[in-house]
Structure formats: C-alpha cells, structure tokens
C-alpha cells in the first residue's frame, strides 16, 4: 500500500521520446545522476568539436527544502525551535526537496506523535520518492520509491524499495537499469540514513 500510493504519485510526470546517438556512461549517486558522452573522433575532427561532458550530478548545489505539517498545510523552519517541537509533536509532515537533476517527497506518520513513536518501539513510518532525472527537459527519469519503519538507535526496519524507469532511449534505459542493479540499494541505504537524520538531528534531537 505504501509504494502504491507513492507509484501513483509518480503519474503526473509527463513523457516525452529523446533519442541519443552518442556513447556514454552512466553513475547514480545520492546526490544524482551523471553522464559523460564520449567523444565521436572522426565528427570532432571534421567539425572541429571538443569532448561534450553533461553531467546531472548536484554535490554542489544545496537547492530548496521545504518542511510542511500534512494536516494543516503549513510551512514550517527547520531552525526554528517552536516549529520544530510542533513538527515533533505532530502525527505527520512532509519534507520536499527540490535540485536540478533530482526531486524528492519524504513522508513522516505516527499516530502517538512523531518524536514519540520515533523514540519508541512503534517507529515512524516512513515512506520516500526520489526522483533522478536523466536529461535536461526532466522528461526521462529513475525514480527510487521507499517505504519502511524508522526509530532512534536501530536499523530501519520493514523496508520497502521499487525502481521506476521512464526513459525512451532503449541504450539509455539499458544502462540506467545496470546501474541500478549495481548501486540500487546502496542509494536506498543512504537515502534512509539521510531522512532518519531529520528526524534525530533535527526533529527529535
């Protein structure tokens, strides 16, 4: 149920057919996805082209996140203490982060209330969607869907995880999925330990 709701919120993004004739690689990382086009030797030389390096990766970007209580709508400043014990308090809020190669929807739920059941044997529930896009036009994207339980001082647990591939190019999608294959659970891993933070160094500290 909980990767359903999370794959649903996912049908919004638009398609879009991109076709690439060049060679390239691939790497997904935490902090996004990064390609390099090699170089075409005998096109270069007679246009007179350099090497084209595009890479989708935001390690130096620190972009937009936004923490919003899911009841009430409202906003909230991480570095404010009375929102921060109100968001501690609640039974769920949201965090969005915005980047330019990738988008992510974390959602936290307890029904004892967030720092409670994250300090307790109930846990919070936890569900994320992140999505890395792969081109410029954010047409084309793998998308990370996560949902487990997250409480202080153990391992998350009932972990969830489902790759979502939109992308057109049949060479593209091949090496995107390899990756996957490679690096899936890594990213699923640290993108646990990035949102559990939230809540014990921030939320619940």
């Known amino acids: 149920m909980i990767l359903k709701k999370l794959t649903l919120g996912l049908s919004f993004i638009f398609f879009s057919h991109v076709a690439f004739a060049e060679s390239w690689s691939m790497h997904i990382s935490e902090e996004g996805i990064t390609k390099k086009v090699a170089e075409q030797p005998n096109q270069s030389r007679q246009a007179g082209t350099s090497k084209q390096h595009f890479s989708f990766s935001d390690s130096n970007e620190k972009g937009k996140t936004t923490f919003i209580n899911k009841t009430g709508n409202k906003k909230f400043d991480p570095n404010n203490m009375a929102d921060v014990n109100e968001l501690g308090k609640s039974i769920s809020f949201e965090v ?11 959602v936290f739920e307890s029904g004892a209330g967030i720092c409670y059941g994250f300090k307790s044997n109930d ?63 890594a990213l699923v891993n640290k993108n646990l330990k990035k949102n559990k933070e939230i809540l014990s160094n921030v939320v619940c500290k």
Do not use: W
């Open 123 to 185: 846990g919070v529930a936890f569900t994320d969607s992140t999505t890395y896009y792969v081109d410029k036009s954010k047409q084309q994207y793998y998308a990370s869907i996560i949902g487990a339980t997250v409480s202080s001082g153990v391992e998350p647990q009932n972990v969830q995880y489902a790759p979502v591939f939109n992308i057109q190019d049949p060479n593209l999608d091949r090496e995107v999925k390899s990756e996957e294959q490679r690096n899936g659970k």
């Open 96 to 106: 969005f982060e915005i980047k330019e190669n990738k988008d992510s929807h974390s």
